[in-house]
């Protein structure tokens, strides 16, 4: 059909949001490893306004738009940079958990990174 499968977004939000970790001095392997704090996606949600096409060059913009006690929500808007016209917006929402899987606080320095690099974008 010549577009991306609706699965695809939510790996371009993925690449969104890693890079926003990335930035903000919060790499996921480091995390995991160093502090032992990971961030599974316990919901996600799409709006689809426009395919994207196979050979399409694509923007993502995230931010962050909340990070409680345990809980992270990031927002996502993918674009084509080259008519500027918005494909697809979502969300994802994460727990912050130990290494035992269970839901643990996000520590304050995470929480403090992640907010400046969301102010930033």
Request: aromatic share 10%; charged share 30%; net charge neutral.
């Amino acid at each position: 059909m010549g577009v991306a499968h609706h699965s695809h977004f939510f790996v371009w939000f993925e690449l969104g949001r890693t890079e926003l970790m990335r930035q903000a001095g919060c790499a996921y392997g480091v995390l995991e490893d160093d502090d032992g704090v990971f961030f599974p996606v316990i919901e996600a949600g799409a709006r689809y306004l426009l395919p994207a096409r196979y050979d399409d060059v694509l923007e993502i913009e995230t931010r962050l738009a909340a990070a409680g006690g345990v809980r992270v929500r990031f927002d996502y808007v993918l674009r084509r940079p080259d008519d500027a016209r918005v494909l697809a917006k979502g969300f994802t929402v994460h727990a912050s958990c130990g290494r035992d899987g269970r839901p643990a606080r996000l520590p304050d320095t995470v929480r403090q990174r992640l907010s400046l690099a969301g102010e930033a974008r």
